[in-house]
């Protein structure tokens, strides 16, 4: 057992690195806080004084607040059924044998490495573009007027983008739970003469249930905050301005560091109502 002098000296040898993530995150949150209580244009006059609560009136009074919440919210949801859908049927279909399966995994897996702007504009140039984009191609060759994807099907075609950046990282996490199930469950389920639909519904997916809310929660944690994929692909255009593009249009395009910092603020505030919410779902299963 630990004695009193080697906890004293694991807490010293820690507080170095817990000053740092402490003053990592707390300055610029102290920082976003402070400034959300002043009027401050950079270009336009500079600190114009305390304003108090104006700029959180302002931002969610704006017409943009609440479908900026409501496009952050449908991009989040449907990359999440997505991957989490496609990366269970992934997952099953890697865990099976086959000729070359090191290079498949790594090849299905390979997406999650390529920076979102360099994925964003292999989407927009190489696949959707109306002109000479691959699918656009494909429609022609049945005959069909290639899509519009970023002006048509804006919110579909981002959830799509990003949904390919992030299946592989669900698709890693749902196949190393389905290595940690025991064979004998699944071989004893069949020898009863259970189908395969039974078999995943009552065997794979309780046993995944722990590896899937794990996914919701780190994707959702970072899908809020989804930002260059948007400004490559429709610079916040056609109903697809997030949150986090609507604060940084204030911020950058507005020169209005007051408002969005409350508009940070705001989406401090979402994160942590989601992560509350899904660390409960977590906890759950986590029990079970």
Not at 45 to 66: H, I, K, P, Q
Not at 108 to 119: D, E, K, N, Q
């Amino acid at each position: 057992m630990a004695t009193q002098q080697s906890r004293s000296a694991a807490r010293l040898m820690m507080a170095p690195a817990v000053v740092l993530l402490l003053g990592w995150m707390l300055v610029p949150l102290i920082m976003t806080l402070y400034f959300s209580f002043k009027k401050y244009l950079p270009l336009r006059g500079g600190d114009l004084g305390w304003v108090g609560f104006e700029n959180y009136v302002r931002f969610v009074t704006s017409s943009a607040f609440w479908p900026s919440v409501q496009t952050t919210l449908i991009i989040v949801g449907g990359v999440l059924a997505i991957t989490i859908c496609l990366g269970v049927l992934l997952a099953i279909l890697l865990d099976q044998p086959m000729w070359g399966q090191g290079v498949v995994r790594i090849l299905v897996i390979a997406p999650f490495f390529v920076m979102p702007t360099v994925s964003a504009l292999v989407w927009k140039n190489m696949f959707m573009d109306p002109t000479n984009g691959l699918l656009a191609h494909l429609w022609r060759f049945f005959g069909a007027e290639p899509v519009q994807w970023l002006s048509q099907a804006s919110l579909p075609s981002l959830v799509m983008i990003v949904s390919w950046q992030w299946l592989p990282f669900a698709t890693l996490i749902l196949l190393t739970a389905i290595q940690s199930l025991d064979s004998e469950q699944l071989e004893a389920a069949e020898m009863d003469g259970a189908p395969a639909i039974k078999r995943f519904y009552y065997i794979i997916l309780p046993h995944l249930s722990r590896a899937i809310t794990i996914v919701i929660l780190i994707q959702t944690i970072f899908l809020l905050g989804i930002f260059a994929e948007i400004f490559v692909t429709t610079g916040g255009a056609f109903g697809t301005k997030t949150l986090s593009y609507l604060i940084f249009q204030r911020v950058l395009e507005s020169q209005n560091i007051g408002l969005g910092s409350a508009g940070g603020v705001y989406a401090i505030i979402l994160a942590n109502i989601l992560a509350i919410f899904l660390m409960r779902i977590v906890g759950k299963n986590l029990d079970a």
